[in-house]
């Protein structure tokens, strides 16, 4: 079973799940692609990553000249994660590293587009809807999830998220998706 990012669900609101995500690690690529393209395209990459193309950290002593440290294979994660870069026109997209690791324990990329990002823990409110992945499903959520989010008095904080948990081949109408935003409410 593929492991998912934990939260602590803080409570439920007409239109949306208000979660607390605790602090985690990414492994992220930014692409310069369109929503869609952007999703397949930063895939790639991330994959390549978790099946190998790494070095291990678990050898604490530089490598002799000469010597290569093994790769380390790591477990997928769910969801995908998509947001805006604040490079114009870019999207970077990300896995949730297994909660095991952090970004000083985390596998080096051997792909310099890849990145290990440590996240702070986060509040966001979340709303869940099936469907294909594509911008205007995307945007359509988006909206109502920050009406609802305002109704409650809460503040949108940085860029929305787009989550995707299904794998490409599972049946656009049996997809699961989220849009989650990053928010700041009543008593914070």
Known sequence: MTEQQPYTVLGQ?????????????????????????????????LFAYISGQNSSRSVL?????????????????????????????????AFVLPAD?????????????VSIVPVPGRTGAAASFGGRWSEANFQGHLAGLLGAVSAEGFTPLGSP??????????????????VIQDVEGPGD
């Open 13 to 45: 609101y007409p239109g949306f799940e208000l979660r607390h995500y605790p602090a985690h690690v990414l492994a992220q690529v930014t692409v310069n692609a369109g929503f869609e393209g952007a999703g397949n395209t930063g895939f790639r990459h």
């Open 61 to 93: 002593e530089p490598d002799p000249p000469g010597e290569v440290r093994f790769a380390e294979t790591l477990a997928m994660t769910a969801p995908v994660l998509l947001e805006p870069s604040p490079v114009p026109g870019a999207y970077s997209v």
């Open 101 to 113: 690791l952090t970004a000083p324990t985390a596998p080096v990329p051997a792909d310099p587009a």
């Open 161 to 178: 998220r787009f989550a995707r948990f299904d794998p490409p081949y599972r049946p656009w109408f049996l997809r699961r998706n989220e």
